[in-house]
T-cell receptor, first 117, second 115 residues
């Protein structure tokens, strides 16, 4: 497909279980971002991958959260021992290069709605 | 530490009038700014951007103004249409530093345009 693809679109999990969320960026995009949006809240930065640079993990809320990206392809966000406060929409975005005047925007996927019960 | 702030959670305007959405930032390294629009159950979509070398950028009904000294930007929509009803997010990035190109978002403003 031409856009950013995220799977699954919806995930319901029991508290304490691990979940993996997947993001397929647009082909050729070197930058990839994960954000989450809790109900009624803004876009909370989680992690940023840019090419071969070390990822910016400064937004990960706890050590239960981790993300990987192999090269310039798929990324997986893993949440271990899920808690109810992890319930949110997890959004992935990619951009051709670093976002700036020469590369105007990042493109978002539809998100994965995670519900922890 | 909220580096990008949208202090108005919601805004309601009449169709045909101007909508003005505001955004403030604290990080002086930010030099590129974007507005995104988000409908329910969809990912955000890019609307318009501005570089810090400019103070205004216009695209059809949408104009973004940047006041660097005040660390403030605004999005003007004229005339507003019911289809503009959505959540609007302001975002910023820095073209240097350890997180060059990372996008930092505000909390969003819910715009409702009444027919």
């Amino acid at each position: 497909g031409a856009g950013v693809s995220q799977s699954p679109s919806n995930k319901v999990t029991e508290k304490g279980k691990d979940v993996e969320l997947r993001c397929d960026p647009i082909s050729g995009h070197t930058a990839l971002y994960w954000y989450r949006q809790r109900l009624g809240q803004g876009l909370e930065f989680l992690i940023y991958f840019q090419g071969n640079s070390a990822p910016d993990k400064s937004g990960l809320p706890s050590d239960r959260f981790s993300a990987e990206r192999t090269g310039e392809s798929v990324s997986t966000l893993t949440i271990q021992r899920t808690q109810q406060e992890d319930s949110a929409v997890y959004l992935c975005a990619s951009s051709y290069d670093r976002v700036g005047p020469m590369n105007t925007e990042a493109f978002f996927g539809q998100g994965t709605r995670l519900t922890v019960v | 530490d909220q580096q990008v702030k949208q202090n108005s959670p919601s805004l309601s305007v009449q169709e045909g009038r101007i909508s003005i959405l505001n955004c403030d930032y604290t990080n002086s390294m930010f030099d590129y700014f974007l507005w995104y629009k988000k409908y329910p159950a969809e990912g955000p979509t890019f609307l318009i951007s501005i570089s810090s070398i400019k103070d205004k950028n216009e695209d059809g009904r949408f104009t973004v103004f940047l006041n660097k000294s005040a660390k403030h930007l605004s999005l003007h929509i004229v005339p507003s249409q019911p289809g503009d009803s959505a959540v609007y997010f302001c975002a910023a990035s820095a073209q240097g530093g350890t997180s060059y190109g990372k996008l930092t978002f505000g909390q969003g403003t819910i715009l409702t345009v009444h027919p």
